[in-house]
């Protein structure tokens, strides 16, 4: 599977939404490793099956990509989708009927 490349100095999220089975007790145990790599390499919970994660260029976001595929379990649906930070930012949040103000992009530090 080939990852598109993007702009190195684009900001992006990726998004990773997944549907396992949980039928089996090898079931539950492949589900919970997923959940639990997908938060050790900084995947937030965003929904229940939604995780996402902020990365500062399109370089890091293909390192986060890959990694999700090396640990993807043997059965299930798994999406992963990128996004740009402007795209991110036009994200409308709700909680019941009250609007929510979308999460800020984590604070970038540049070392040289």
């Not at 500062?56 to 059965?75: C, M, Y």
Request: aromatic share 14%; charged share 25%; with cysteine.
């Amino acid at each position: 599977m080939s990852i598109k490349r993007l702009s190195a100095y684009r900001i992006m999220w990726i998004f990773v939404f997944f549907d396992l089975p949980t039928a089996t007790k090898k079931d539950r145990h492949n589900y919970a490793r997923f959940r639990r790599k997908l938060q050790d390499d900084g995947f937030v919970m965003m929904q229940f099956s939604v995780y996402r994660r902020f990365c500062a260029s399109g370089e890091n976001a293909d390192v986060h990509t890959k990694r999700v595929f090396q640990f993807l379990p043997p059965k299930g649906q798994i999406s992963i989708m990128r996004v740009t930070d402007k795209q991110y930012s036009e994200i409308k949040h709700f909680i019941g009927k009250s609007a929510q103000p979308v999460p800020n992009s984590p604070q970038q530090l540049e070392l040289f």
